[in-house]
């Protein structure tokens, strides 16, 4: 696979272990990230129903409930027809920090491109702060975030970089 990402974005693997199935990127200044899973496909057979799982479970892991009337998800994107997209919002303290005033708003974009034949699910997700709590851990590293960072056309910038998304040999995958 090869995927274009925002140059500010640097590997974590060179920092921490990284998952196999994972690619991670972060930005320590405004703690943004790009994340790439490879992951075994869920039991929808409709993308959306499938997208929309994805992120209910990593509002899980998040311990972030969705906020549904901030969710919103298409078909196919027109970039590659067996990708689906999907936007929503978390609010999410780092470390399961308790204090309110942790927690931060994270704008979530996400692409599943779905290879039933694999039996596989590559999840790509870019978690963007848009508002930091003042007394999350984050507003240490990236303090009150740069108006840029908050004024960037965030749908614009991941459909972006999905569109640069290639799938160059599907050798490592399992079926």
């Known amino acids: 696979m090869s995927i274009d990402i925002p140059e500010r974005l640097t590997d974590v693997?060179?920092?921490?272990?990284?998952?196999?199935?994972?690619?991670?990127?972060?930005?320590?200044?405004?703690?943004?990230?790009?994340i790439i899973e490879i992951?075994?496909?869920v039991d929808k057979t409709d993308g959306i129903d499938a997208i929309q799982y994805h992120y209910k479970h990593v509002c899980e892991l998040n311990n972030a409930?969705?906020?549904?009337?901030?969710?919103?998800?298409?078909?196919?994107?027109?970039?590659?027809?067996?990708?689906?997209y999907l936007f929503g919002e978390q609010t999410v303290a780092k470390f399961n920090e308790k204090s309110a005033l942790a927690q931060n708003t994270v704008a979530v974009h996400m692409a599943l491109v779905?290879?039933?034949?694999?039996?596989?699910?590559?999840?790509i997700t870019m978690?963007?702060?848009?508002?930091?709590?003042?007394?999350?851990?984050?507003?240490r590293q990236a303090g009150q975030l740069p108006p840029a960072a908050v004024?960037?056309?965030?749908?614009?910038?991941?459909?972006a970089m999905f569109s640069t998304f290639k799938i160059i040999s599907t050798d490592i995958l399992v079926t």
């Not at 779905?114 to 999840?123: K, P, Q, S």
């Not at 004024?151 to 459909?159: I, S």
């Open 39 to 41: 992951l075994e496909a």
């Open 65 to 84: 409930p969705p906020k549904n009337d901030h969710m919103s998800s298409t078909g196919p994107l027109k970039t590659m027809p067996h990708a689906f």
């Open 127 to 139: 978690n963007t702060p848009t508002h930091i709590g003042t007394a999350s851990s984050s507003s």
């Open 151 to 159: 004024a960037r056309d965030l749908n614009r910038e991941f459909t």
């Open 114 to 123: 779905r290879l039933a034949e694999h039996e596989t699910d590559i999840l």
């Open 13 to 34: 693997s060179n920092l921490r272990q990284v998952p196999d199935h994972q690619e991670v990127f972060a930005d320590a200044k405004t703690d943004e990230s790009v």
